[in-house]
Every structure is written in C-alpha cells, then in structure tokens.
C-alpha cells in the first residue's frame, strides 16, 4: 500500500530533510509541499540537493489542501504549527477524512500548560504521542511502552533535537536509579542549522565562522522542560528532575554533542564494579556494536561519540562513562539534529503508525570524513 503525505513547512531546514526521507521511502508519495514566504517557488530553487523534486511548487499553506492527504508532516515555527493542526483537523473532520499527523515543531510536546507558558506562551496545544520510540518508561530496561503508543498513534510530536540528544545520553541511569537526576548537568555543541533558515546577525559567517557562542544561558532554553518530561517518564517522581542546560553553537552545519554530567547514586557507587554497572545498563538499553536499537550504539569502551559520524543519519551514538574522583557519570551522546533530533524520528515514529518496519527510509549509515 502506498501513502500520501503533505509536507508542510517545506522550505525550511526540517522540512528539507523530511522530504529527503520521503523521497526514498518505498511506500510513501510526496504530495502537497507548502511553505510561507517561498510559496510559488520551485523546490529545486530552494532545495537543490533534491532533483527529484526540483520542478515541485511550493504551495500557500492551507489546511483543506493539506487534509487531503493521508499524511501531514509539519515543520512549521512554534506557535504557527499548533494553529495550523487545529484547522486541519477542522477540515479533515469536514472532509470525512483523517489524516496522521505529524509535528516537528515544539506545540504538541509538553503535557504541562504551565511549561508551555513558561518557556513559549501562546495558545497551549493538546500534548501527542511523543515521537521518540526509543524513550524509556518507569520500570522498563529496555523500550517497549513508547513503541506500543506510537503504534496506536494518529497524532504525532516529534521530540526537540537536544531533547534527543540529552535524553538519550542520560534515561538509562535515571530509569535505573544509577545518576542523581535532581543535579543533571548538559552542555552541548550544536550546529548552525538548528536554528533554521532565516538570517539572524549571531548566525552570519562573520560571527559564526572560527567561534563558539553559548545562548539560551542560565535556565532559560525553552527544551529544559521537555527534558525534564522525558526523564520523568523514565520513572521519576514529578517535580525532582532538576537540569542545567547550556547549548554552545559551533562552527558546523550540522550535529549536536551533548555531554551530561550526574552524581552517581548510592546504588552505582554500591556495585563491585560501578563502571561495568553502568555499561551494562545502558546496553540493555539500546545495544551496542549492532545489537539491540537499529539506530543506537553504545559505542566500545573507551570510544567517544562525534557528530562526524552520525552526519546525515538516522542514528544516535551514545557513552557512558565513572568519573570515580568525581563521583559522576559522565554521559555522551552524538546525533544529527536534522536527522535523529527530526526527520529521522519523525519517519521512524510514522513507520510504526502505519505498521511499517520502523527503520523504513530511515539513513542507517553517516558520511565519513
Ligand atoms: N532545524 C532543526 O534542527 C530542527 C527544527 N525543529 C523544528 O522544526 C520546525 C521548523 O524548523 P526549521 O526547519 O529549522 O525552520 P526554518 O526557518 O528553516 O523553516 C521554517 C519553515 O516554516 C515555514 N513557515 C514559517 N512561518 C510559517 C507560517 N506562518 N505558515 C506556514 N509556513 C510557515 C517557512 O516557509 P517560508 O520559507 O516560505 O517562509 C519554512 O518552510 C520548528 O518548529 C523547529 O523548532 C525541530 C528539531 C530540529
Ligand atoms: C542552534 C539552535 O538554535 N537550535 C535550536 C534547536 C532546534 C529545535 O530542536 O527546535 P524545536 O524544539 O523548536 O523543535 C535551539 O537550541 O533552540
């Protein structure tokens, strides 16, 4: 069976990468690609990298067109998407039609109004399942529960791409009890492309080029809470996930790199071996050399993720390792943002929706040097 699926934010950055995955999915025709500013464009003016689509127009967006599809996928700015899905949803329910939904924007991630407002404001929009197939639930050693709800799932939020990267690196000693999650640390290296497309003065080469510049310094990212959330599904109780979060944009186009700290707990520090412990935990999680998650690797001992190598991939690399002087775990994990922290989820999420092999499409394999 074949699928259609509307791409709506199509020009932009995510919305590039997502057509990319669509334009190699076997069972899945691109249909509407609609945009903002561009509207009237020709994809090849705008994407380039994809001949495929290059005669393609770019279409005004608008819910009735996008409702005729059996997909939408959304990668539209904050606040612009939550309205957007409302008057799909209006015009599918109108249409006798009812298309999955997907989100890659931040509307339909946090379950609390009171974060939403915090850190977004505007209009808060009903939470969907969390597009993160991979993510831990209270109890589990491995995922099964994010699956099993993706699977039944026809409105989908696909995760932040540092939301990825730190959760990633720390939920299976938060889910195990091995790291203190009330004194969580993560800084990260991320690259230029997730802040979008359009020209901002810090983002020109000038500034960019040959620096590396913090934002969002001291509390204040607006992807703490949805962290937080996801270190709670990993069986915390409300309330005691405390994070510092500080990202640091360098010089690449691509990839993030998030290094998260965590005291160590009474039950890791009480192992024969608290270093064994914890590998072993975070390979039960995901798998290592192959085994286990299609698109996460607990890479061998000793070894350190780079964004190098996941570049243009679907996949996650992750570390673990004790700082015994410290008395911390120190937790590493390399995606591409434009990949696992977008596209890549939000295909592997849909695959499961529609009963697909969840890497389906999905890039299994970077670009190296
Ligand atoms: N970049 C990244 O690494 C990641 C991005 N995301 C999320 O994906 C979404 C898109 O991000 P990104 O691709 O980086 O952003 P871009 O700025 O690169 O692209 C934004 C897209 O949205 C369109 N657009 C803007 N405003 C409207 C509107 N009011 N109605 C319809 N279309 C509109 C633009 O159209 P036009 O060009 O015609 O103006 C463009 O196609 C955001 O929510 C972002 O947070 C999530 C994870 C990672
Ligand atoms: C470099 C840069 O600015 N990156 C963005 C992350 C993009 C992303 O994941 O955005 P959403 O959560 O809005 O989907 C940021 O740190 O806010």
């Known amino acids: 069976m074949t699928w259609t699926a509307a791409v709506a934010g199509a020009t932009g950055y995510a919305g590039g990468e997502v057509l990319r995955l669509l334009a190699a999915h076997p069972e899945i025709e691109i249909g509407a690609v609609t945009a903002n500013s561009s509207a009237g464009a020709r994809l090849g003016q705008i994407h380039p990298h994809l001949p495929e689509l290059a005669m393609r127009e770019v279409e005004p967006t608008e819910a009735g067109r996008l409702a005729e599809h ?83 799932a026809t409105r989908i939020a696909v995760p932040g791409c540092n939301v990825t990267a730190v959760t990633l690196a720390a939920q299976p000693g938060a889910a195990a009890g091995l790291i203190d999650t ?14 979008g497309k359009s020209l ?24 703490i809470p949805e962290i937080v959330q996801n270190l709670q599904v990993a069986g915390l109780p409300a309330g005691t996930t405390r994070l510092s979060f500080t990202p640091v944009l360098v010089p690449m186009s691509r990839g993030i790199l998030a290094t998260v700290i965590a005291p160590l707990t009474a039950l890791a520090l009480g192992a024969d071996d608290p270093q064994a412990r914890l590998r072993e935990t975070w390979i039960d999680a995901y798998g290592s050399g192959g085994d286990g998650e299609a698109l996460i690797d607990v890479l061998p001992e000793g070894a350190w993720p ?24 120190t937790m590493m994990c390399a995606i591409d943002n434009l990949g696992k922290g977008t596209a890549s989820a939000a295909i592997q999420s849909l695959n499961l929706a529609l009963g697909l092999p969840e890497t389906t499409g999905v890039i299994m394999s970077g670009v190296a040097p």
Not at 129 to 135: I, K, Q, V
Not at 200 to 220: R, W
Not at 312 to 317: D, I, K, P, T, V
Request: hydrophobic letters at 45%; charged letters at 10%.
């Open 70 to 152: 059996d997909i939408v996928i959304l990668a539209l700015p904050h606040g612009a998407s939550g309205r957007v899905t409302a008057a799909i949803e209006d015009a599918a329910r109108s249409s006798g039609r009812s298309p999955i939904l997907l989100d890659c924007g931040a509307d339909h991630r946090l379950t609390s109004a009171a974060a939403w407002e915090h850190y977004y404001g505007g209009p808060f929009a009903e939470p969907w399942a969390y597009g993160m197939p991979e993510l831990l639930h209270a109890g589990e050693t491995s995922p099964t529960a994010q699956r099993a709800a993706l699977s039944a």
């Open 182 to 195: 009330s004194s969580l640390t993560a800084v990260l290296a991320v690259g230029y492309s997730g802040a």
């Open 200 to 223: 901002k003065p810090h983002l020109t080469a000038a500034e960019a080029l040959g620096s590396a510049q913090a934002y969002a310094v001291g509390g204040t990212h607006r992807h």
């Open 306 to 329: 780079t964004t190098g190598s996941v570049l243009g991939s679907g996949l996650a690399h992750v570390q673990v390792a004790v700082d015994a002087a410290a008395g911390v775990a």
